[in-house]
């Protein structure tokens, strides 16, 4: 177990520092210029203050020592400043991280509560209408964007009927409606993955055996079948935590609430290129971290790995490629 | 036989096509369309995605009008017989925008499955049929593409390929896709040269290249259409996503993303401005993974 | 009350397939009384496991009881509504299935899994559910029930397994216990002492017991009346004698006939070949060498068998992660020779070691000790192109027909693959060649244009065996390659394959699980356990009188030989 945690821990940091070079290499030896978007586009800007912009920077040092340079700050936790505002970025992410993660936390809870509820609701029920009318559900939710969700409820609930407030963070009524809008999405995928995954367990011997004991549908579907179809589930975490970051720009920007997406779309949108590095580390971390819980909670709920690992050696990661797939939607 | 039999060429599938095999070929066409009569869903998902292609390649067609003509005798009008999406602040009329920007969105979802697939594809063929090492970097290199959320590797990338082109749009969506394209792909190679055909082929003697280009390959292709459908609703909605965060394609250009961004300050007044075009993205998306579905069914029914 | 616990009368089950109706079961009339055990016996699609799953009400939604009357007690069970099922269930009819493997809960202790059945028929309360769940487990047979309870299912056995279903089964003391091929899915040897377990179970508590099963054999020996299904109908019934010495339908008789345990001597039926192709080994197209080189190559063959291996030996490295680093070793110094137009019969349970053993002759896998030759010639070391040149020279019939041929190719293009592979002949020669192994193989020639979905299991088995024909190989290893084949199948695979041997000259190595199907074809019988060659020799020597103690383990695990 300790040797399994440790390969697992070296593997997340890994990923991390791949992440880290791809994103140097993809926001800084790309041919554009961060001098000049830092020193602004008028054309007021001599070639003097540009050069001086850029050795204030670092830019005009080796491509190889300015990574070696900001790899050996981000290792120390400093990824540098703002060009926009001169903040350095980590506080400026740890400042509009608490309103993000209240929707996202929001959002997260209420999609698994929908999804899981559907897809029981769906296998449990006898009536044929029901089960057909839960089971269209997914599909929509998959395929609405998530600027149309907040948008439909907004004009519903804000402007129709004026249940919710339209935009601002003024206490859980204001979270409300963005947390709703940021889980249809990955409620719609648990919903999708959990119930396929549910009838397939119900094929299964083991089912027969159980009915045979004379238990009933209930007791089937929550007690034996539940349990063994959350398995697959759980690989989609690491996804759909990384889908609630994306989801909350933009329900930030919908809502026009304040938080990790206004700044990442500030950033995007004037080139502050070390913010928006920042938030790709962020992104990555979050992936990296919620998989290692997976890993370790499957490590606990499924016995079969206790025992596969020392047979086979295998891990659950390769067999669920598809489900992954589908979970982008 | 299935619709993805169809796909491809019957003059590669048996040696000679001679008048049997194509009486075969018609008799699944004729099984096809009833088979689609009987799913009324599935008929009209292809339908609206033939529309929308139309729409995309010839605009004229369905609004032989100018999308960017202003009159400001009809500003803001709710949906109606002469407007059947209403019209804007400047009094534009929001169906021929709606069509004249699929003509936007749909090439650059295009060109995002394209990049998605192509790129995507190649990494997760080679990873399955190398195995060894350069399986080992191209996987590690998927898991890092993985471990960034695609929306935000996206964004990362536009915000230095630069704003206000839908085919950079696109290509940054493209590139976001290409990781879970590759590991499809790989576990899919994987599946088939497990199974024993590919290991009676090796006994009979074939060489490397004739087990993957005979049993192999042609195997591997099914999950191809049922993915490239799934990838080009997903690259609608994230093409749209940018857009309607304003890096895709700037205003007066029509595209459907910006539409319903710009309609968005009107939404209490005129709600039709950003929820008409926004429905245009949701059901163009659902009827394309509709068919995706469609295939990924008659594929598992042809086993 | 009746004198007969279930009664069953003109049952009917239809199965509502996209819009057709397939009956599954069309009359089945038949009786258990309490103590006895009734078999019902068939070949796969005869209704046998429908019919067990209707006496329980578990049907799938697609199908129901569309006719007839299930008597239990006293009462009609045909459309009882589910909430009365669920009383009946467990409490009163009881389940063994068939897959060990799948049948328990795989995230839920063996414990809780027997406890539930305590529970949930009020057997017990929780408290005294613990206690009799460890007698019911130490019933059934387990070793340590007190380690077991508290284990995962995938931590036993099989047949541990097995044993586990049997304790859920006999939990609530039901008067009726369905058993689906409740041993099909394990090896031999444990096979009989499940089935000698549950017997002596039954027996003592007077319940009625029925058993499903494909093998007549099993039902002849464990039944006390045997039941013949076919195609939803019940042909036949009796006692065992009565059915075995004197069967009234002519699909009984063919049964008899062609399960392997129940043939006392080893069958030699002479099948006529239709055609007989030429050609010189690996080249079908090559000219046929004429009788002088014939007797020359004949000469040759006389000295030197066509394989021999010596002190093979395989290793497998077991996973860093497995916690006791070292090897495994799957083969452990094999020896044995296949004289020329002979069959060697290789037998070992799952695991032995006869599948790689296999492997490494037919060079697919590289051995870590021992020599291997070929018609003399040392080619433990041979790669590249000179490996793959002996493909042309040995060739393998598979397990599963299903697996091994492509779908998306034509039996044509199929049988021809290897000739394609080497470039022999033209492509009318090769259609030409597809069409004369297509008849040799007693196949229509109009499969030829057909795909293999489109095709029986024994059709399949039929095109792989004529694809590791096309090239003349000197031999050919057949690996398990009736497993998977209904019993009647089975016996004209087997003749075929001998028909092929008279006429070809061709050697097989033949592996198989099962001794009786390895008499029926075999001139030499080797005993593979845990990797070592445990006894070999002439078949019938080895039938006669084994010497080793497993061997005559594996003898008597053949139902019917008592």
Known sequence: MARFLVGRVLQGVFVLWAAYTLSFAVLYALPSDPAAIAAGTTNSVTPEQLAEVRHAMGLDRPLAEQYLDKLGGALHGDLGRSVQSGERVTSLIGGALPPTLAVAGAGLVLAVLLGTGLAVLSTVTGARWLRQALLSLPPLGVAIPSFVVGLLLLQWFSFTWNLFPAIGEGGWRGLVLPAATIAVQPAALIGQVLAKSMSDELGKDYVDVARAKGAGPFRVTVRHVLRNAALPTLTLAGLLVGGLLTGAIVVEVVFSRNGLGQITQGAVSAEDLPVVQGVVLLGALVFVTVNLAVDLLYQVLDPRLAVGRRSAGRGPAGRFALFTFAGRG | MSVTDLALPAGERSPEPGPAAWRGFRKALLRSLAGLLRNPGLALSLLWVALVIVAAVAPGLFAPGDPLAVDTAVRLQAPSFSHPFGTDRLGRDLFDETVHGTGRTLPAAALATAVGLGAGSVLGLLAGFLRGLPDLVIMRLVDVLLSIPGLLLALMLVSVLGKGSTADVGLAIGVAAIASTARVMRAEVLRVSESGFVEAARTGGARWTRVVLRHVLPNSMGPVWVLTLLLFGEAILGVTTLSFLGFGAQPPTPEWGSLVSSGRDFLGSAWWLSILPGAVVALTVLAANRVSRAFDAERGGAR | MSPHLLEVEDLAVHYRVRRSVVRAVESASFTVAEGETVAIVGESGSGKSTTAYALLGLLPRSAGVTRGRIGFGGRDLAGLPERRWRELRGREIALIPQDPGTSLNPVQRIGAQVAEALRLSGEADRRAARARTLELLADAGLPDPGVQARQYPSQL?????????????????????????????????????????????????????????????????????????????????????????????????ALIDAAPSLAQAPRRRRLELTAIPGGAPGDPFAPTPGPAAKAEANGQANGEPVVRVEGLTKEFRLPRSSGRPGTLRAVDGVGFAIPRGRTYGLVGESGSGKSTTARLILRLADPTGGRVYLGGEDITGTRGSAQRLLRRRMQ??????????????????????????????????????????????????????????????????????????????????????????????????LDLLAALQAELGVSYLFISHDLAVVRHIADEVGVLHRGRLVESGPTERIFAGARHAYTRELLDAIPGRR
């Not at chain 3, 003391?173 to 096979?191: C, G, K, M, N, Y």
């Not at chain 3, 019940?234 to 075995?244: A, F, K």
């Not at chain 3, 024909?469 to 290893?477: A, G, M, Q, T």
């Open chain 3, 157 to 253: 056995s099989g047949g541990m397994r097995q044993r586990v279903l049997i304790a859920i089964a006999i939990a609530a003391r039901p008067r009726l216990i369905v058993a689906d091929e409740p041993t099909s899915a394990l090896d031999v040897t444990v096979q009989r002492r499940i089935l000698d377990h549950v017997g002596g179970l039954v027996r003592d508590s007077g319940t009625g017991l029925l058993l499903i099963t494909h093998d007549l054999g099993v039902a002849a020996e464990r039944a006390d009346r045997v039941l013949v299904m076919r195609a939803g109908t019940i042909v036949e019934q009796g006692t065992p004698d009565e059915v075995l010495s004197d069967p009234r339908d002519p699909y009984t008789r």
């Open chain 3, 396 to 493: 393998i019939v598979h397990q599963n027909p299903f697996a091994s041929l492509d779908p998306r190719r034509s039996v044509e293009q199929l049988v021809t693959d290897p000739l394609a592979s080497f470039g022999l002949g033209s492509r009318a020669q090769r259609r030409r060649r597809a069409a004369e192994l297509v008849d040799l193989v007693a196949l229509p020639a109009s499969v030829l244009a057909r795909r293999p979905a489109e095709l029986s299991g024994g059709q399949r088995q039929r095109v792989a065996i004529a694809r590791a024909l096309v090239l003349n190989p000197e031999l050919v290893v057949c690996d398990e390659p009736v497993s998977a084949l209904d019993v009647s199948v089975q016996a004209q695979i």
